[in-house]
């Protein structure tokens, strides 16, 4: 059902300071922020050759990820995103096998323009894992 490593996500507390890091210290390309208000953060992406960097920070007063950024002051590894190639299908599969798919189940347009769903971190080894349909 997995595809491809998307995306790897880090909440930061700072997206300009977070962004210079990865674009002068690292030499990475870094893209434009864009603001995503359905999911309560502004994200950048950094383009590496096998893979994406979300760099996320939190927008408006209900930001899902205010909380682990209060955990993890300094920021932190906040999700990893599998690519699937029918959300649906794997959605259906994931709850039969009881895993938990957050909100109200109905995917979600992420940052790609493209359907994505949230799995409960405690169903997956502690670690938010999100799906996107590729
Ligand atoms: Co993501």
Do not use: W
């Not at 977070?18 to 864009?34: F, H, I, K, N, W």
């Amino acid at each position: 059902m997995l595809g491809r490593v998307n995306h790897i996500a880090i909440a930061v507390p700072d997206l300009a300071a977070a962004t210079a890091s990865y674009r002068d210290t690292l030499g990475a390309t870094v893209s434009a922020p864009q603001a995503l208000p359905e999911h309560g953060v502004t994200v950048v992406f950094v383009e590496l050759p096998n893979t994406k960097i979300e760099l996320l920070e939190p927008l408006g007063q209900a930001s899902p990820i205010a909380s682990f950024l209060e955990k993890n002051p300094a920021g932190g590894m906040h999700h990893i995103c599998y690519e699937v190639a029918d959300i649906l299908a794997a959605r259906d599969h994931l709850q039969k096998s009881g895993a938990r798919v957050l909100g109200s189940g109905e995917p979600k347009t992420g940052a790609h323009g493209k359907p994505v769903l949230f799995l409960h971190p405690k169903d997956f080894f502690g670690t938010l894992v999100e799906l996107e349909q590729v």
